[in-house]
């Protein structure tokens, strides 16, 4: 048997957590995929699944051997792009993954990139918890983070401010916070994931202020969570990327933009490889194209956060 082939057969079924799922994607017969690792597992003398009737895990061999697997396959993968018709015309599969709130701005690069390279075929991943890329094969992602590890090369797009925001008739009724510590006493709507913002951090003139707040709704979307606050439920620290168009139509406000709030980098994260195919290239160029290089935060409709004008005024001269 081939053994690329039969690589090609063992990340699959690894990723997919399926032998019928994989068979169908690779449109080969379940029998011919078991097989085909089964001629893995007798090459390495190692099980690499455990299988029961409702699942197919990896055992620990298999994990090795997924992340060893999927870099030659990218080794193979390199070696045709650097010297094959691929260096000039983007096709094939391509996954992406991206944070589920991202995905309205992601659609419309991913959609001109389509129409631009028909031969180009994407299956985009939008979930909220940190993907593991090589397990998943995941070609090129966008993360919103604070700060990334080195597993992976991340190159900056854009600054997204937190901020807190709330409706006009919120406002009106419940008035306005003037201090961060304000906010224990206004009803709260928190984000959930990856993991609770409940605990909302504020900066000023050096003195950093800390509240913990005692939501009245949670979250896990954050458009979900937008629309509650458009209603006048709460006030809720969102990215600049959620909050934007509703701001800009005067649906939501800022509050407490005497303070600093914290600030996150959008990033086009990809796995490391020495060449780069035309498909992560075309994805890699048009997401800085629409979003930048990391050096502002597009979203915001006067083209800088409140937060920031705020600093800028309490700096001293």
Known sequence: MDHEENMKVFVQVAQLASFAAAARKLRISTASASKRVAALEARVGARLFDRTTRRVGLTE???????????????????????????????????????????????????DIMNAHPNLVVDVRLTNRVVDMVEEGI?????VAGALDGHFVARPLARTQLAMF?????????????????????KNIVFTEPKPRDELVFTRDGQQVRVKVHPTLTANHA???????????????????????DLAAGSIEAVLTDWKTPELTVF?????????????????????????????????????PPTQHAAKRGAAP
């Open 61 to 111: 061999a298999g994990r090795v051997y997924l992340e060893r697997c999927v870099e030659c396959l990218h080794a193979i993968e390199d070696a045709d792009a650097s010297v094959g018709e691929l260096t000039k015309t983007p096709k094939g599969s391509l996954r992406m993954t991206a944070p589920i709130d991202f995905g309205e701005h992601l659609m419309p690069v991913l959609a």
């Open 139 to 143: 070609d090129v992602g966008v993360r």
């Open 166 to 186: 709330a409706a006009p008739a919120y406002l009106e009724k419940h008035g306005r916070p003037e201090r961060p510590e304000d906010l224990e006493h206004h």
């Open 223 to 245: 458009a979900a969570l937008q629309v509650a606050v458009q209603r006048g439920v709460g006030i809720a620290m969102m990215p600049s990327f959620v909050a934007a168009r």
């Open 268 to 304: 086009v994260v990809y796995p490391h490889r020495r060449f780069l195919s035309p498909k992560v290239k075309v994805v890699i160029e048009a997401l800085r194209a629409a979003f930048g290089d990391g050096t502002h935060d597009p979203w915001w409709p006067a083209g800088e």
